[in-house]
């Protein structure tokens, strides 16, 4: 889906020009470039998905509006608590062009293993108002969805995070930020475990892939999702998705995070599942993996540099 449209929108065009721009040096021209960048990479898609069917009955409608946002601005949330009383909770991030509407299909997946699920759009998507998102402003909805999925399950051991796609990125920020802060206040972590599905390394890096291009892309996007830069922070227990036959988003981007992060670790790499189904084909895999998650404990942690480790399953 994600790169999808990037590849229908030549991307290596928007590279070019941002060149231009920059050799020409018109901060006009860039900053008209940014929005376009942005509007790339976001495309929204109004009104619901195609597939969309209507919203369960148990399903309740949150509306988050903290002080830090301008009038108007809003972040649309769904909360689907499970059936089991005090069951663990998802926090679900997702990716680009969707709204929830779209989401629902593996939301439910998730909710049909025992979880309550905390789905929200970022601002500009579905019901959530505000400007063109950017990579500043989605990182800014995530922490605030997460200041209330505190609140909606208490239990920092019953908690995950969850991001597909572009949504990953926004996951391992978020999980960096909790596992740096935990670290530097000496602090239990507030989360059991991070689970990121059909994701990628950086924007830089994906965008380099669709385009087929040698320019220095990192350069020259001022969006950059720099995850492999961060998951070595978050210092929780992992788990990383991928579908093999994803024509999107290529798996080698799910390993080298693998690769890139501390233990414990997991790496589901799911045999014919494309960027949106890997959930549905892994099955009871997947399931097991999500068990296993929780039942993981942090590593302990040691001074100095952290050490990456070989081995896709611990």
């Not at 993996?289 to 100095?304: C, E, F, H, I, T």
Request: proline share 6%; glycine share 8%.
């Amino acid at each position: 889906m994600f790169l999808a449209f990037m590849t229908r929108l030549r991307r290596r065009r928007l590279a070019f020009a941002c060149m231009t721009a920059l050799i020409i040096g018109v901060p006009t021209s860039c900053a008209v470039l940014e929005h376009t960048e942005r509007k790339l990479l976001f495309r929204i898609e109004p009104g619901t998905a195609g597939w969309y069917h209507g919203l369960p009955s148990s399903v309740q409608e949150l509306d988050l509006q903290p002080k830090s946002f301008k009038a108007g601005q809003n972040i649309h949330a769904w909360w689907w608590p499970a059936e089991k009383a005090n069951a663990p909770a998802i926090l679900y991030l997702h990716g680009v062009r969707w709204n929830l509407t779209g989401q629902l299909f593996r939301i439910e997946q998730l909710r049909a293993a025992g979880y309550s699920v905390l789905a929200i759009d970022y601002r500009g998507f579905g019901q959530s108002h505000g400007d063109l998102p950017s990579e500043g402003s989605v990182y800014e909805d995530a922490r605030v969805a997460w200041e209330r999925f505190k609140l909606l399950q208490p239990d920092p051991d019953k908690r995950l995070i969850y991001g597909h796609s572009l949504g990953g990125a926004v996951a391992i920020d978020l999980a960096a930020e909790l596992g740096q802060d935990a670290a530097r206040e000496h602090t239990p972590l507030p989360v059991r475990g991070l689970v990121i599905e059909s994701t990628f390394t950086s924007l830089a890096d994906v965008a380099a892939a669709v385009a087929n291009t040698s320019l220095p892309v990192r350069w020259l996007l001022s969006q950059k999702f720099d995850s492999i830069d961060k998951i070595a922070d978050i210092h929780m227990p992992l788990l990383v998705v991928h579908g093999l036959a994803d024509a999107f988003v290529p798996p080698r981007f799910s390993e080298q995070l693998f690769n890139a992060a501390q233990q414990p670790k997991r790496l589901l790499l799911v045999p014919g599942a494309t960027h949106n189904n890997s959930m549905a084909l892994g099955g009871q895999n997947y399931r097991k993996a999500l068990d296993s998650l929780m039942q993981s404990k942090p590593a302990p942690r040691v001074a100095g540099p952290a050490t990456v480790r070989s081995g896709r399953d611990t």
